[in-house]
Structures are given as C-alpha cells and as structure tokens.
C-alpha cells in the first residue's frame, strides 16, 4: 500500500531549479527550545524543500543563524519570557502568502499569549498547515477551529498530546488507536498521525494506514520534531496532505531503523535520522 504513496515523490528535471521543490516555513522555537525549530527545519531541507525559513522569537535568531545553515530565519516579536508574542500575526500572515506549507509548534512554548496566537493563526493562514506539540495544546478545548479552515491542515499528536483534544485518558486511546484518529480526522477535517508503535494515519474521507517501520529507539526527544518538518516537505512540493503523511512516517521510521541498525537503539537521538534520512530517500527512490 505505501508504495502508491511513494509513487507521487516528485522526480527531479534536469533543469530544475530550488522554487520547483516547495517553501516551507517553520514556526518553532522559544527559550530553551532552539533544538525543536533547529530539527524540523532540518528535516524538511532534508527531505527535498528547495527554501525553508524559520521564523523564531527575535532573542533567538542570532542562536537560528549559526544552528541552520542552509535555511533562513525570520525574527518575531516576542513577550519577555522569549516566546513568540501576538504582534507577530500580523508579520507572520504577510510572510505565508510566499510560502507553500507552514509547520506551526514545535517548542513553541505553552505561555499564554503563544498560544492564542497559534488560534488566530489557524483561523486565518490560507496554506496547508502541519501542527505539532504546543501547537497542538493550543487546541485544547478548541479544536473546532480545525472544521472551519479551507486548506488542509495536518496534525502529529503522541497519545498524551492527543489526550488533550478529545478529553480521554491516554489508556483509552492506546486501546482503541485506528478508531480514535479515524473519528477525530472524520469529525474535525484534518489528516492525523497518532503516533506511536504502528503510528496510525487517519483522513476526513475515512482513509486509514498503520504504519510497521520504526523502532523503539525513537523513543527520545525531538524525534517528532524531525517527523513534522519531513511531513511539511512532501506537503510543500505537492504531495497531497494523506500521501505526505504517509510518505513522511513511513521514511521517518525507515531512517530510525537505519541508524538503529548502525548504533543500536539505546544510544538513538533525533540528529541520527537526519544523518539517516539521505540514504532512507534513495532506498525508497
């Protein structure tokens, strides 16, 4: 079944050039939280995006600046806390119109005013969206929001995360996981990824995949900061959001096995799949 996915990876013309491949923008980070926004901007330059920006608190640009390389960054106002703060809405929804997929929350902070922020943001940012972490907190008792967005929005909860937004306990969903993100993406219109062994991935139209790559060792942080940024890659070079989500956990997970195989599992941490994911793509390719 994965392979029908795999199929619609762009190939690359010889004349090709960078704005053929997607503009990602990553909305990510706070203090003590570089290593979110560094990872899923990472992973989405990683996974083929010809530009990704990453828009973080303006205290931490200059930490953005020396951790990224190959991406830009986009310095935001912030609240004193080194969080992202609401004047950077405005800011924000003028930089999208540019932009072909949009990752919102990873260690983007819990603080207040972040969060409100990422509500405004999902009523009114007309790109396909990828929330993740404290972006999806910011649901909590609202995830409505989601039925009333136009484009596609795609969404990475762990079991915890996903607790949260339907009010159940975490040992509920765990027994019941094909059926808790099958209604959750039927009744919210989004595309879900409940992640876990056999992350499970859920469309409106009832569409389901369970994933069997990955391993244990993905058990540690910033692991689904990798698995964001590689989703908002595919989505951002035209794959459409339930094959991008499927392509990206099936690859994530391909890439941890590979570094599993070379480093055992005990000793895995997130930068071992981006050194992965290179060789991940080929194998697939």
């Known amino acids: 079944m994965v392979k029908k996915h795999?199929?619609?990876?762009?190939?690359?013309?010889?004349?090709?050039?960078?704005?053929?491949?997607?503009?990602?923008?990553?909305?990510?980070?706070?203090?003590?939280?570089?290593?979110?926004?560094?990872?899923a901007s990472q992973a989405a330059m990683r996974s083929g995006s010809g530009l990704v920006t990453c828009g973080v608190p303006k205290s931490l640009n200059a930490i953005m600046e020396t951790k990224l390389t190959e991406a830009m960054t986009l310095a935001l106002p912030e609240v004193k806390d080194g969080a992202l703060a609401l004047p950077a809405e405005k800011i924000i929804l003028q930089f999208v119109k540019k932009t072909d997929a949009v990752v919102v929350g990873p260690g983007i902070s819990r603080h207040p005013e972040t969060q409100k922020l990422v509500r405004n943001l999902l009523e009114k940012i007309n790109k396909p969206v990828i929330l993740d972490a404290d972006g999806i907190i910011a649901l909590a008792g609202n995830a409505d929001i989601l039925k009333k967005r136009i484009l596609p929005t795609v969404l990475t909860p762990h079991p915890g995360e996903m607790s949260r937004l339907v009010g159940k306990d975490v040992r509920a969903i765990q027994a019941n996981r094909?059926?808790?993100?099958?209604?959750?993406?039927?009744?919210?219109?989004?595309?879900?990824?409940?992640?876990?062994?056999?992350?499970?991935?859920?469309?409106?139209?009832?569409?389901?995949?369970?994933?069997?790559?990955?391993n244990s060792g993905m058990s540690t942080a910033g692991v689904g900061d990798v698995l964001t940024g590689m989703i908002a890659s595919f989505v951002g070079q035209g794959i459409n959001p339930y094959s991008a989500t499927v392509i990206g956990v099936y690859l994530h997970g391909l890439a941890g096995d590979l570094a599993a195989k070379e480093k055992g599992q005990f000793s895995l941490i997130a930068t071992d799949l981006l050194e992965k994911l290179p060789q991940a793509i080929k194998k697939i390719l």
């Open 6 to 39: 795999i199929s619609k990876i762009p190939r690359r013309r010889e004349d090709s050039h960078k704005g053929d491949f997607g503009h990602v923008f990553v909305l990510a980070g706070s203090q003590g939280m570089t290593g979110a926004a560094f990872l």
């Open 178 to 214: 094909e059926k808790t993100a099958s209604d959750f993406a039927k009744k919210h219109k989004v595309i879900l990824a409940l992640k876990g062994r056999k992350t499970v991935i859920a469309d409106p139209k009832g569409n389901t995949y369970i994933n069997r790559t990955g």
